[in-house]
């Protein structure tokens, strides 16, 4: 009733500035479209991190999404539109109404935090409090985004959007120093070839590896049965692509994240350590300025982006042409693997493999058949080349997991948005790939959030006990779209 009483009441302002209000008319529709979209197809309100994703999501991304909503955006749309506009026609502007409406307005939003704030737990009305040294926008979306879903949520959202890119800005130029705790060694048993694989939206529960009934990944299962890969239970920091990769791969952690611009990420290690580096994504390439994987991105000597556009097959072409045993080399391969919309992430052999019959997420299931095959290309085409004596070893893990059919980053603590695959393929190697790893694990559990530090000790640096020992702590937390950090455990099983 508040919550209607407010839009009621900013329409009514809105119809005051006649000249100009039509925006503003138009502006409310297109705001209420989106939170009732979002409301009725995911039940979740805008987040600050769905908003970033909005920003800076690939236009192709963008539109599949719409695409795939759209037999419930266009009629919010319709009936939206003439709701809001037969109440502003009707509105006949007064003097007296602006004053009436700004009070109904302001005394609405002081009841909603008045009373939001009473009805808190203890500690719930502490964290409220602690945010408020933080962050002014997240203290009063706590408060007033669960009391006033429709507006408040998009404004604060946007606010503490902005805010936190224009601190990114600011930071940009800091110098980086090393990460506490880690130290380059010299050693000569690291891997003359890296290879980090970057999947998307890859849920573990769906790999036939895992488990799952099945047959989605019979390239691994055949390393797996050979005894050629080590594979773990992981799980990711952070439910969006920015914020996990920001997270994976640099010192940033759910629980503290101005690593990112005080300390070098794996990159510049990997630069730092005498590797030519080279990125090659599937993903849309949003500058250096303006995005955390951007920024990681640029580190590279090597940069080449698809924008979505290329089937991620073909990226293990491009990471050949680059390709020279003679010298070290890190290749950071970031796929489009299993994002939203499923059917243009697999082709006809995958749906040969994995035929279906009514099977709800056999198209999702494709798409992870197909990363399988990907992988199994860059290892039989590269790394197995006839008769290569060449040391390598390939790491793949997911950025975060998927609620399969609708999609990742909603603030429900549904674990599927965090559980993701993680595996290493040594080929030829000294180095124990296996007892780096086991360093991390937390019930044997590995969080994502700490693979900088495993791919730091595999390119030959040393990380102190101090540093493992905060690490594993790290992992017991993730960062979520609303900016806060939870404790994995209690996410409900
Ligand atoms: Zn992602």
């Known amino acids: 009733m508040l919550n209607a009483i407010v839009v009621i009441s900013l329409l009514n302002l809105i119809s005051h500035i006649r000249k100009v209000s039509i925006v503003f008319v138009i502006l409310l529709i297109i705001l209420l479209t989106i939170e009732a979209t979002l409301a009725i197809t995911f039940s979740t309100q805008i987040t600050m991190g769905l908003f970033a994703s909005i920003m800076e999501t690939n236009r192709n991304?963008?539109?599949?999404?719409?695409?795939?909503?759209?037999?419930?955006?266009?009629?919010l749309l319709v009936i939206t539109?003439?709701?809001?506009?037969?109440?502003?026609?009707?509105?006949?502007?007064?003097?007296?109404?602006?004053?009436?409406?700004?009070?109904?307005?302001?005394?609405?939003?002081?009841?909603?935090?008045?009373t939001g704030y009473v009805l808190m737990d203890k500690s719930q009305k502490a964290k409220v409090i602690s945010d408020l040294k933080i962050s002014y926008p997240m203290h009063f979306q706590s408060l007033l985004g669960i009391r006033f879903p429709l507006l408040t949520n998009m404004g604060f959202a946007s606010i503490a959007y902005y805010q936190e890119m224009s601190k990114f800005r600011a930071d940009l130029g800091k110098p980086k120093s090393m990460p506490m705790g880690v130290d380059l060694l010299?050693?000569?048993?690291t891997p003359n070839t890296l290879f980090v694989v970057i999947g998307e939206s890859s849920l573990q529960t769906h790999y036939s590896l895992y488990g799952y009934d099945l047959f989605t990944t019979p390239f691994l299962d055949s390393l797996k049965n050979d005894n050629l890969l080590y594979y773990y239970n992981a799980v990711s920091p952070a439910s969006i692509t920015r914020d996990a990769l920001s997270m994976s791969l640099s010192f940033a952690t759910p629980l503290d994240r101005t690593p990112f611009a005080d300390n070098k990420n794996i990159v510049a290690l990997a630069n730092d350590a005498g590797y030519e580096s080279y990125w090659i994504s599937n993903q849309n390439k949003i500058g250096m300025h303006d995005s955390y994987v951007g920024l990681?991105?640029?580190?590279?000597?090597?940069?080449?982006?698809?924008?979505?556009?290329?089937?991620?097959?073909?990226?293990?072409?491009?990471v050949k042409s680059f390709y020279n045993p003679k010298v070290k080399q890190v290749f950071f391969i970031h796929l489009k693997g299993s994002h939203l919309e499923y059917t243009d992430k697999y082709d006809n052999e995958d749906s040969a493999a994995l035929a279906g019959n009514g099977n709800e997420t056999i198209e999702y299931d494709r798409s992870i058949h197909h990363t399988d095959r990907v992988l199994k290309s860059l290892y039989n085409n590269i790394v197995m080349e006839e008769g290569s004596s060449v040391s390598s070893l390939i790491y793949y893990f997911s950025d975060h997991g998927e609620i399969i059919n609708k999609g990742h980053g909603f603030l429900d603590n549904n674990m599927d948005q965090f559980l993701v695959p993680f595996l290493a393929i040594p080929y030829n190697l000294e180095i124990g790939t296996d007892e780096i790893i086991d360093k991390y694990l937390v019930d044997g559990r590995l969080n994502t959030t700490n693979f900088n530090y495993i791919f730091s000790e595999a390119i030959g640096y040393h990380v102190s006990e101090k540093a493992i020992k905060k690490a594993k702590n790290d992992g017991l937390y993730y960062y979520h779209v609303d900016g806060k950090t939870y404790l994995f455990n209690d996410i409900k099983k």
């Open 61 to 75: 991304e963008a539109l599949g999404a719409i695409r795939m909503y759209s037999f419930i955006s266009i009629p």
């Open 81 to 114: 539109s003439v709701v809001i506009w037969l109440a502003y026609k009707g509105l006949k502007p007064k003097k007296a109404y602006v004053l009436i409406s700004t009070i109904l307005i302001l005394a609405s939003l002081s009841i909603g935090y008045g």
């Open 186 to 189: 010299v050693s000569s048993k």
């Open 296 to 318: 990681i991105a640029s580190y590279a000597k090597t940069s080449v982006f698809y924008n979505f556009l290329k089937d991620d097959l073909e990226l293990i072409g491009t």
